[in-house]
């Protein structure tokens, strides 16, 4: 087993640019979530998915897409970058929600210039 | 809300030192809790957690946890410090019943000084 893994490690933006961070796992999870992870702000909820076809935003979901057509994938879009969304990224992914817990992608560090 | 309050951004042990990262929720039902740890330039990993039954937990590296209702804590603990141990330490909760999401405190940097 992957386990859940990302893509890209790093990337360097310009304001105003698109992208897509990709974020796959392999456990048959139904849960899949991302979160930025920001100094002194801990992790913060940007969308979360609980099975294909079903996604909710978190705390913080302005400025960010999903979409969830297969159980598998669950890519986040960056639609116009700023600044403000220089951040390290996690994917994560879980049994299902409540008492599992979830397993962690190694993260994409993102910088916005 | 939902709330998890993690008391001291940084605590600093000698090795050999007892351990003690606390952590705090709000919460008008007992939630589950977790405790992760990351290293750094790594994801998050899981240490412990607690659903139902025994209120002492017990989790990898020799850690260990206690939900206590009563103080609303499930503060994390390890008797003697290596210096391994040094890495970010997150609380987490997540309600039971409620479509899902989890909270995270807002992390603990442990430092093992030699």
């Known amino acids: 087993n992957a386990g859940v893994t990302q893509t890209p490690k790093f990337q360097v933006l310009k304001t105003g640019q698109s992208m897509t961070l990709q974020c796959a796992q392999d456990?048959?999870?139904?849960?899949m979530s991302w979160y930025r992870q920001d100094p002194g702000m801990g992790l913060r909820l940007i969308h979360y998915s609980v099975g294909a076809g079903i996604t909710d935003q978190g705390e913080v979901p302005n400025g960010y897409n999903v979409s969830r057509s297969t159980t598998e994938d669950f890519p986040l879009r960056l639609l116009s970058a700023a600044p403000s969304q220089t951040s390290v990224y996690f994917c994560?992914?879980?049994?299902?929600?409540?008492?599992?817990?979830?397993?962690f992608g190694p993260g994409t560090r993102l910088t916005v210039t | 809300a939902q709330s998890v309050t993690q008391l001291g951004s940084h605590v600093s042990v000698s090795e050999g030192a007892l351990v003690l990262l606390r952590c705090n929720y709000s919460s008008s039902v007992p939630p589950y809790l977790f405790w992760y740890v990351q290293y750094p330039n790594q994801g998050l990993q899981l240490l412990l957690k607690?659903?139902?039954?025994?209120?002492l937990v017990k989790g990898i590296n020799g850690f260990e946890a206690e939900f206590k209702k009563s103080e609303t804590s499930f503060h994390l603990t390890k008797p003697s410090a290596h210096m391994s141990d040094a890495a970010e330490y997150f609380c987490?909760?997540?309600?039971?019943?409620?479509?899902?999401?989890?909270?995270f405190g807002t992390g603990t940097s442990l430092t093992v000084i030699p």
């Open positions: 456990m048959n999870h139904e849960y």
């Open positions: 987490a909760v997540s309600l039971p019943g409620i479509g899902n999401q989890f909270y």
């Open positions: 994560a992914s879980s049994y299902a929600q409540g008492a599992y817990e979830q397993y």
């Open positions: 607690y659903t139902t039954g025994a209120t």
